[in-house]
Each structure stands twice: as structure tokens, then as C-alpha cells.
């Protein structure tokens, strides 16, 4: 390559950086960064909708990964200690939107409510960036889990309005 073509490539590879790094959704996060307006919405979302099962501070249910005899699991902890964080934004977002019945996981019960009615497109990815703040700085595998889950998103993003 000549090097008059260099700054162009370099140019070209940091737009192309930036647009992958962002988020599809104004606001929410990106990688390990979270709005802090949009933290705080969560949280007052999650308070009135999410706490009386998952618990104040996201802490899920004890026994949350042993099935119930019904074959559904207790609601399970959203704080980084569960395994919320193994799933792509846009999976997240179909649990929260329409329950436990999801498509791409036919084998999972839960009794999970669908908030798709109650809850807007903007308050559904509020509450789930709060949750991501729930996660602080832990690590699985020498990686943070929020840039696990960043990484996963990638293939899901949270869904257009």
C-alpha cells in the first residue's frame, strides 16, 4: 500500500470501530459504559416491577436453578451472580417483553410474566441497563461480564423501535 492510501485505511478502520462500538439504542450501553439518566430510570422501573421477585437489589430467589415441580425455576438472580449476563441483549429483551415463552429456548420454563404491555420499548431496555449496572465490575474467565455480554449482543442487539 502506498502511504499516501494509509491515513485513509486508518480513517476507514476508526469509523468502522466507533460504529461497532455503539449501541443500536440511544442511551442504553456500550460495552462497559452505561448512561447513568438511563441507569436510574431502570431503577425506578425495576423497583416497582421487577423487585418482588427478583429481589431489591436483583438478588433472584434461593434455589433459583433447581426446577419447582412444575417444572419452572424461581426467578433468578439478575446481579451478575445468575446467568442473565450469558444472554445477548436481544434475547433479554423477548424474555421481558413477552415471558418465559421464548421461542429459541423451548425447553426452558419459567414463570416469568411478559411486560410487553405494561412497559415501553424504552423502559424495557431502562430496566435491562439497570440490571447491567447490577453486574459492577465482575469477571468469569478473565473477561468482565459486561463485555461478555456486549460481545454476545453483537449477534442480538436490543431490537428497533
Avoid at 21 to 26: I, Q
Avoid at 34 to 61: K, P
Avoid at 132 to 145: A, E
Wanted: aromatic share 6%; glycine share 12%; hydrophobic share 35%.
Amino acid at each position: 500500500m502506498s502511504p499516501r492510501g494509509r491515513p485513509a485505511v486508518a480513517a476507514l478502520a476508526l469509523a468502522a470501530a466507533l460504529l461497532i462500538g455503539c449501541s443500536s439504542v440511544p442511551g442504553a450501553a456500550t460495552g462497559n459504559a452505561l448512561d447513568t439518566s438511563v441507569v436510574a430510570a431502570g431503577r425506578d422501573i425495576f423497583a416497582s416491577n421487577c423487585a418482588v421477585c427478583h429481589g431489591a437489589n436483583g438478588e433472584g430467589q434461593p434455589d433459583w436453578h433447581i426446577k419447582n415441580p412444575d417444572g419452572t425455576f424461581r426467578p433468578p438472580p439478575l446481579n451478575g451472580d445468575g446467568h442473565t449476563w450469558h444472554h445477548a441483549d436481544g434475547l433479554l429483551y423477548r424474555i421481558v417483553s413477552q415471558g418465559g415463552a421464548i421461542p429459541e429456548l423451548p425447553d426452558y420454563q419459567s414463570g416469568m410474566p411478559a411486560f410487553g404491555d405494561q412497559l415501553s420499548h424504552q423502559e424495557i431496555i431502562a430496566v435491562l441497563t439497570y440490571i447491567k449496572s447490577l453486574w459492577g465490575d465482575k469477571t468469569k474467565r478473565g473477561l468482565s461480564i459486561r463485555q461478555s455480554q456486549s460481545q454476545a449482543s453483537q449477534q442480538d442487539p436490543f431490537p428497533p423501535q
